[in-house]
């Protein structure tokens, strides 16, 4: 650090996970910045497009996540390395570390762990999009994938929404029966992506698949889908029907058409960005089959890591 400069906060998992905000404030905040976001240079939220370093001698990718939230007066960078096969099976393919700086003058403020926070905000906003978005009604919630973020969607959408039905599928079954196991409530394990999304009202989709898993002949008529995975644009996770087929929702649509290779590959036409819908700007169309194809924005890495720095610095 430059002379006189304190040392930054160091900030590991626990610690964040102690001082994340609950849903009740989380939401509120993540919401105002999408929409904020889409207002566009008004909106005072400076993000760039996130840099991804491809480290091919590994298979992985380094990705850079710098923005500045002028409501929260809030800076920060997430560094997120991706590896889709981990030599060290302990290793996680994901991990994330948040700079949170002084916007005032560029000092360190504080260094957190940023898989909670990814984790936690990625979850957060598909509420918020299931919340808009899920047909009326909504009884049955399927979740496709048995890893972190399966586990942070169905901790939130179980808080905020009454569903009656809940089912998970993964690739390795075993994995999803050792993931319904270490839950609150029975949920059924199936056997095939078919037998989870019949009928399903809301489907989540946060696998590792580069191509697709999820086919529109299996997906209810009016159903809300949050499509998490398949992050480079190059990989998949629905077919070209279930695109085809349904009104498209993005965080943002220069990122989409830059990454997702749901959008790219399919030609799907991008109909809104959230913040578009939570500023009244587009309308929630919760009668028709729907998609949120969520990238993650720093600026939601942003705002949750502000929320837990002040969490902790009022507790100290």
């Keep these: 650090m430059s002379r006189g400069v304190p040392p930054p906060l160091l900030l590991g998992a626990e610690a964040v996970e102690e001082h994340f905000p609950p849903a009740a404030l989380l939401i509120p905040a993540l919401e105002a910045a999408l929409a904020n976001f889409s207002r566009g240079p008004e909106g005072g939220v400076a993000q ?55 916007p005032t003058n560029g000092t360190l403020k504080a260094v957190m762990d940023g898989s909670v926070i990814t984790e936690k905000r990625t979850a957060a906003v598909s509420a918020i999009a299931t ?11 399927c979740i496709l994938g048995a890893g972190v973020q399966a586990r942070s969607h169905y901790e939130i959408f179980m808080e905020l929404f009454s569903f009656k039905e809940v089912r998970v599928w993964n690739r390795t079954k075993e994995n999803a029966e050792k993931f319904a196991r270490s839950l609150a409530r029975p949920v059924q394990v199936c056997s095939t992506v078919q037998e989870a999304v019949a009928g399903a009202d809301v489907i989540v989709t946060v696998t590792m698949a580069t191509e697709p898993i999820l086919h529109g002949e299996w997906v209810k008529a009016g159903a809300h889908i949050n499509a998490i995975g398949a992050s480079r644009p190059d990989w998949r996770e629905l077919d070209d029907d279930v695109m085809r087929d349904s009104v498209l929702y993005v965080d943002s649509k220069e990122a989409a058409l830059r990454e997702s290779g749901d959008v790219i590959l399919s030609g799907a036409k991008i109909f809104a ?35 837990v720095f002040d969490s902790w610095s009022a507790s100290s």
């Design 131 to 141: 919340k808009l978005l899920m047909p009326a009604g909504s009884e049955v919630l």
């Design 48 to 102: 760039p497009v996130r840099t991804v370093v491809p480290i091919q001698k590994y298979n992985g990718f380094l990705g850079v996540m710098p923005a500045y939230s002028e409501e929260d007066d809030a800076l920060t960078t997430k560094l997120v390395t991706f590896y889709e096969h981990p030599k060290d099976p302990s290793v996680p393919s994901h991990q994330a570390t948040v700079l949170l700086l002084d």
């Design 273 to 307: 960005e959230l913040g578009e819908v939570l500023l009244g700007t587009k309308p929630a169309l919760c009668e028709q089959t729907t998609v949120f194809k969520s990238l993650g924005m720093a600026i939601e890495d942003t705002v949750a890591a502000k929320m």
